[in-house]
T-cell receptor
Framework: EAQVTQNPRYLITVTGKKLTVTCSQNMNHEYMSWYRQDPGLGLRQIYYSMNVEVTDKGDVPEGYKVSRKEKRNFPLILESPSPNQTSLYFC??????????????FGPGTRLTVL | AQSVTQLGSHVSVSEGALVLLRCNYSSSVPPYLFWYVQYPNQGLQLLLKYTSAATLVKGINGFEAEFKKSETSFHLTKPSAHMSDAAEYFCAVSTAKAAGNKLTFGGGTRVLVKP
């Protein structure tokens, strides 16, 4: 089954404790992206990747890091989480990188709470 | 720059009644427009998209949307609401010039369907 998977689905942590949220897709997609969803703000892009070893900042990259060492994986790293990073996080992928018309496929989300 | 405004953060409809969700966009270049649906505890799923072909776009689950350039709108409709339509709906815009194929989302509209 074609899908985007994220782990963990739920996470409660404390300020300053490094964490990683994993994202994996089995569709051989070139493009992957991370979003955060906050009430009333919709989804905002954190980082995106056009291919292996190619990543760039989205609209709200502060406090986050990413890496793309393999095509299928795109982990999101919070090196020193803070309470304002409490949010619902989504990973997404799509086939191509030429135009944004390809459908983006979203993972099930990771609900993060930073105390 | 691109932006999306969704009028109404919450909409309540009776089962069998028309569903109308409003979306207005702002873009300096021709837009690509999308509607996504998010069911509880799930990721986003594409309902339909406008990619500069037909202005009336039909999607899954009986939904459709019409691109109106003069009104900068892309409203989503469904003639007859079903209980299973209860979800949150997001309108999104992108363009060929958007860095990283970025999708810019509206704040979302949560739909409640009354029996």
């Amino acid at each position: 089954e074609a899908q985007v998977t994220q782990n963990p689905r739920y996470l409660i942590t404390v300020t300053g404790k490094k964490l990683t949220v994993t994202c994996s897709q089995n569709m051989n997609h070139e493009y992957m992206s991370w979003y955060r969803q906050d009430p009333g703000l919709g989804l905002r892009q954190i980082y995106y990747s056009m291919n292996v070893e190619v990543t760039d900042k989205g609209d709200v990259p502060e406090g986050y890091k990413v890496s793309r060492k393999e095509k299928r994986n795109f982990p999101l790293i919070l090196e020193s989480p803070s309470p304002n990073q409490t949010s619902l996080y989504f990973c997404a992928s799509k086939r191509g990188t030429g135009l944004p018309t390809d459908t983006q496929y979203f993972g099930p989300g990771t609900r993060l709470t930073v105390l | 720059a691109q932006s999306v405004t969704q009028l109404g953060s919450h909409v309540s409809v009776s089962e069998g009644a028309l569903v109308l969700l409003r979306c207005n966009y702002s873009s300096s270049v021709p837009p690509y427009l999308f509607w996504y649906v998010q069911y509880p505890n799930q990721g986003l799923q594409l309902l339909l998209k406008y990619t500069s072909a037909a202005t009336l776009v039909k999607g899954i689950n009986g939904f459709e949307a019409e691109f109106k350039k003069s009104e900068t709108s892309f409203h989503l409709t469904k003639p007859s609401a079903h209980m299973s339509d209860a979800a949150e709906y997001f309108c999104a815009v992108s363009t060929a010039k958007a860095a990283g194929n970025k999708l810019t989302f509206g704040g979302g509209t949560r739909v409640l369907v009354k029996p």
